[in-house]
């Protein structure tokens, strides 16, 4: 069975840093790629981050671009997203997920974990 | 990296069929068969019902089917239940700068 446990949230102040942590385990984490979608209160699912499978090519909204990062170990099944200057407007539920290998599109996630950016 | 065009809100009554519509553009919905279809219980991991346009995941229900025409997507969800009652989201590849773009969600109401 996939599982995907996100870890690392909580209560930061605006401007401040956090990494969050996804683990992977029932699948062959290496030969997926791997997504962070968020979901600010009241709203959708937005795309955030995206890595593919062995961490070479990554790509970002243009909203987080330039503050956050992606990354993946293989060697732990982990995925991170290392967040910074961070915003109001970043506060959501992050979900990590894993991409159809072939089309990217997410098919399985976590159950997500909030981010609270605020004073 | 706009997203795709959902509608905001459907309803339908226990028993009946609704349709929610996913509409992009030549660069994402019309230009690949790789659209995915999620719906999303509140406090709860999405859940894929439909990818590549039409495929359901093993052993899920049939009542969930996937359909393209052009630039717009559609989902329908037959004999509705009062379980349906979710957000429904859309996903597409994309040839933009992200490899996947979501479609801005709706929310099922069975009356």
């Known amino acids: 069975e996939v599982q995907l446990v996100e870890s690392g949230g909580g209560l930061v102040q605006p401007g401040g840093s956090l990494r969050l942590s996804c683990a992977a385990s029932?699948?062959?984490?290496?030969?997926?790629?791997m997504h962070w979608v968020r979901q600010p209160p009241g709203k959708g699912l937005e795309f955030v981050s995206a890595?593919?499978?062995?961490?070479?090519?990554?790509y970002y909204a243009n909203s987080v671009k330039d503050r956050f990062t992606i990354s993946r170990d293989n060697s732990k099944n982990t995925l991170y997203l290392q967040m910074g200057s961070l915003r109001p407007e970043d506060m959501a539920v992050y979900y990590c997920?894993?991409?159809?290998?072939?089309?990217?599109?997410?098919?399985?996630w976590g159950q997500g974990i909030l981010v609270t950016v605020s004073s | 990296q706009s997203a795709l065009t959902q509608p905001a809100s459907v309803s339908g009554s226990p028993g009946q069929s609704i349709t929610i519509s996913c509409t992009g553009t030549?660069?994402?919905?019309?230009?690949?068969?790789?659209i995915s279809w999620y719906q999303h219980h509140p406090g709860k991991a999405p859940k894929l019902l439909i990818y590549?346009?039409?495929n359901r995941p093993s052993g899920d229900s049939n009542r969930f089917s996937g359909s393209k025409s052009g630039n717009t997507a559609s989902l329908t969800i037959s004999g509705l239940q009062a379980e349906d009652e979710a957000d429904y989201y859309c996903?597409?590849?994309?040839?933009?700068?992200?490899?996947?773009?979501f479609g801005g969600g709706t929310r099922l109401t069975v009356l």
């Open positions: 029932g699948f062959t984490f290496s030969s997926y790629v």
């Open positions: 030549s660069s994402d919905v019309g230009g690949y068969n790789y």
């Open positions: 590549d346009v039409s």
């Open positions: 996903s597409s590849y994309t040839s933009s700068t992200t490899p996947v773009v």
């Open positions: 997920a894993r991409g159809i290998p072939y089309n990217w599109n997410p098919d399985s």
């Open positions: 890595v593919n499978t062995h961490g070479s090519s990554t």
